[in-house]
């Protein structure tokens, strides 16, 4: 006797033709109707804890470069995902997040597991969230949250779904459609802004996080060539846009508004492409724009033109507005190149002990392998990544969008498992501080589960030392709770299953990395390190 379909079989088919069959989650009670034998197709990607769940799910649709499907419990599982789903949201990641609901005739008396506010809980860091009122618009709310996930800006969406929906009879859906993911940017207005470009006699360009998302890697290249333009790296990138040893990198912008504006001083036109104008972090009193500049912003996020504090704005998909600029600006062969971000390179003589970060990177950009990617969350010592190990190559930088930390460790594991799933070989190397890493330390269970060619090497300097470094600017002194002693961080990575090991000096770090890289396996290289004050 042929079984007759249901709200679940049907919703399973409809997964597959959108081929959302990498499923990352924790299971509990209320989800577990949907899960019930699981399709032999599909792959189910098990986290340690939701947050985990989240960060993998995100660094597997960037890579993938399509949505990711999470399934979360009830009303906890969302509560615990909370802080990475806003790095998604900041990150315009298309996640679909699915939790479960209590059985339909229960929600009346305020049931175990029931979630009376399904639909707010996630707000405002979903783009949509819905709990479908029949049982059989359970596949066309699927269909919907894919549609809105994609569209730009992209972003999580969130779907409440009662259990005992999923055994409903239901014959099929048969409403499968596409959306468009890019706007185009108004030609009468982008033509008047390459006018502004050709004009201008000192430019700066800034290329944000959307750059990389869209694909325009190449594009801005060939823009910032044909225009002898400086390159800045937007604040607080989460993606790096463009290589980051190319003549006319100048580095970073910095974070505060009196760090940009002084960065920026001597450009009569900054356009920023892919980013918000700016990610302000710490408040440090400035001009949002030294006197003489002014500044054009293009962006596909009408939020993000909205927010600019200053410059005008044109909204449409970054790498089409760029691949129109390249025809419509004149060539700056006439304008005297930028000098070159500067990298001194310094090193002691006589190495220190414990070793200080720079030693670390050091080490690191001799034995990188050249296709590697890295997820870094050593929040003090980011200046110095960007020194020693520079950004060359699109799609091969991670990092938060949202600020919090507990991202890095799992988004590692999504960047190796959306490698995987689309036949890609290179190294992952996760660059974390020993704070950021205990945030979400369970996820190196799901990359040893899955043999995943990670290398973590984490910085113990037992201390939150990004927030000293604000303490200082701040003038708050005496805060509490800024220290970590008493972590022995590869006893508790090979607990999980991983090789974990710890490393004094830059000789043992070089042979410990390299032994990692045909380890067949994830590997914790814990290597002691002197704070860094980072640099605000």
């Given at each position: 006797?042929?079984?007759q379909?249901t709200?679940?079989?049907?919703?399973?088919d409809?997964l597959?033709?959108?081929?959302?069959t990498?499923?990352?989650?924790?299971?509990?009670s209320?989800?577990?109707?949907?899960?019930?034998d699981?399709?032999?197709d599909?792959?189910?990607?098990?986290?340690?804890q939701?947050?985990?769940?989240i960060?993998?799910a995100?660094?597997?649709?960037?890579?993938t470069?399509?949505?990711?499907?999470?399934?979360?419990h009830s009303?906890?599982?969302?509560?615990?995902?909370m802080?990475?789903?806003?790095?998604?949201y900041r990150?315009?990641t298309?996640?679909?997040?699915?939790?479960?609901?209590?059985?339909?005739?229960?929600?009346?008396?305020?049931?175990?597991l029931g979630?009376p506010?399904?639909?707010?809980?996630?707000?405002?860091?979903?783009?949509?969230s819905y709990?479908?009122?029949?049982?059989?618009?359970v596949?066309?709310?699927?269909?919907r949250?894919?549609?809105i996930a994609?569209?730009p800006p992209?972003?999580?969406?969130?779907?409440?779904?009662?259990?005992?929906?999923?055994?409903?009879p239901?014959?099929?859906?048969?409403?499968?459609?596409?959306?468009?993911?890019?706007v185009?940017?108004d030609a009468e207005?982008?033509h008047?802004?390459?006018?502004?470009i050709?004009?201008?006699?000192r430019?700066?360009?800034?290329f944000?996080p959307?750059?990389?998302?869209?694909g325009g890697?190449?594009?801005a290249v060939?823009?910032?060539?044909k225009?002898?333009?400086?390159v800045?790296g937007?604040p607080?990138?989460?993606?790096?846009?463009?290589p980051e040893d190319?003549?006319?990198?100048?580095?970073p912008?910095g974070?505060?508004?009196?760090?940009?504006?002084d960065?920026?001083t001597?450009?009569d036109?900054?356009?920023?492409i892919?980013?918000?104008v700016?990610r302000?972090?710490?408040?440090?009193p400035g001009d949002?724009?030294p006197a003489?500049t002014e500044?054009l912003?293009?962006?596909?996020?009408?939020?993000?033109?909205a927010?600019a504090?200053?410059?005008d704005?044109?909204?449409?998909?970054p790498?089409?507005?760029?691949?129109?600029?390249?025809?419509?600006?004149?060539?700056?062969?006439a304008?005297?190149?930028?000098?070159?971000?500067?990298?001194?390179r310094?090193?002691?003589?006589?190495?220190?002990?414990?070793?200080?970060?720079p030693?670390?990177?050091?080490?690191?950009?001799?034995v990188r392998?050249?296709?590697?990617?890295?997820?870094?969350?050593?929040t003090s010592t980011?200046?110095?990544?960007?020194?020693?190990?520079p950004?060359?190559?699109?799609g091969?930088?991670?990092?938060?969008?949202?600020?919090?930390i507990?991202w890095?460790?799992p988004a590692?594991?999504?960047?190796?498992?959306?490698d995987?799933?689309?036949?890609?070989?290179?190294?992952v190397i996760?660059?974390?501080?020993?704070g950021s890493?205990?945030?979400?330390?369970?996820?190196i269970w799901?990359?040893?589960?899955h043999?995943?060619?990670?290398v973590y090497?984490?910085?113990r300097n037992?201390?939150?030392?990004?927030?000293?470094?604000?303490?200082v600017?701040e003038?708050?002194?005496g805060v509490?709770?800024?220290?970590?002693?008493?972590l022995?961080?590869?006893s508790?990575a090979?607990?999980f299953?991983?090789?974990?090991?710890?490393?004094e000096t830059?000789?043992d770090?070089e042979?410990?990395?390299?032994a990692a890289?045909t380890a067949?396996?994830?590997?914790?290289?814990?290597?002691p390190?002197?704070?860094?004050?980072?640099m605000?």
């Amino acid at each position: 006797m042929t079984e007759q379909p249901t709200v679940r079989s049907v919703t399973y088919d409809l997964l597959r033709t959108l081929r959302l069959t990498t499923v990352f989650g924790n299971p509990g009670s209320t989800e577990q109707p949907f899960l019930q034998d699981f399709p032999a197709d599909f792959t189910y990607v098990l986290a340690l804890q939701e947050a985990s769940v989240i960060a993998m799910a995100d660094a597997f649709a960037q890579v993938t470069r399509r949505p990711a499907l999470v399934n979360l419990h009830s009303a906890a599982g969302p509560g615990n995902a909370m802080g990475n789903l806003i790095s998604a949201y900041r990150g315009n990641t298309p996640l679909i997040v699915t939790s479960g609901q209590q059985h339909r005739e229960l929600m009346i008396g305020e049931p175990y597991l029931g979630n009376p506010e399904s639909t707010t809980l996630l707000k405002p860091w979903v783009k949509w969230s819905y709990e479908p009122a029949r049982a059989q618009d359970v596949p066309e709310a699927f269909m919907r949250a894919y549609s809105i996930a994609l569209q730009p800006p992209a972003g999580p969406v969130h779907l409440s779904i009662p259990m005992n929906d999923w055994k409903e009879p239901l014959s099929a859906f048969t409403r499968v459609r596409t959306v468009s993911d890019r706007v185009a940017p108004d030609a009468e207005r982008l033509h008047g802004f390459a006018g502004r470009i050709s004009a201008s006699r000192r430019p700066a360009l800034v290329f944000g996080p959307e750059v990389d998302r869209a694909g325009g890697w190449d594009g801005a290249v060939a823009l910032a060539e044909k225009l002898c333009a400086a390159v800045y790296g937007a604040p607080l990138l989460d993606r790096a846009s463009f290589p980051e040893d190319h003549p006319l990198f100048r580095g970073p912008l910095g974070m505060s508004a009196r760090t940009v504006g002084d960065r920026l001083t001597g450009h009569d036109l900054v356009v920023v492409i892919g980013a918000e104008v700016f990610r302000y972090y710490p408040y440090a009193p400035g001009d949002y724009l030294p006197a003489g500049t002014e500044l054009l912003q293009i962006t596909a996020d009408p939020d993000v033109a909205a927010a600019a504090r200053v410059g005008d704005s044109l909204i449409g998909d970054p790498k089409a507005a760029i691949e129109l600029l390249l025809d419509m600006v004149a060539q700056g062969s006439a304008r005297t190149a930028p000098e070159p971000m500067a990298r001194p390179r310094e090193l002691p003589r006589v190495p220190n002990s414990p070793l200080t970060p720079p030693e670390v990177y050091a080490t690191l950009s001799r034995v990188r392998p050249p296709d590697a990617v890295i997820a870094n969350e050593s929040t003090s010592t980011m200046a110095q990544q960007v020194e020693w190990l520079p950004t060359v190559r699109t799609g091969s930088f991670f990092a938060t969008a949202s600020g919090g930390i507990g991202w890095g460790t799992p988004a590692a594991v999504g960047v190796a498992l959306g490698d995987r799933d689309r036949g890609v070989e290179r190294p992952v190397i996760g660059l974390i501080g020993d704070g950021s890493f205990q945030y979400s330390v369970q996820a190196i269970w799901t990359a040893a589960q899955h043999n995943l060619p990670i290398v973590y090497v984490v910085m113990r300097n037992q201390e939150y030392s990004i927030l000293k470094s604000f303490a200082v600017l701040e003038e708050t002194p005496g805060v509490p709770g800024l220290d970590l002693p008493g972590l022995d961080i590869a006893s508790v990575a090979r607990g999980f299953g991983c090789r974990g090991v710890d490393v004094e000096t830059t000789e043992d770090l070089e042979r410990e990395f390299k032994a990692a890289l045909t380890a067949g396996t994830t590997t914790v290289i814990v290597v002691p390190t002197q704070p860094q004050k980072a640099m605000l």
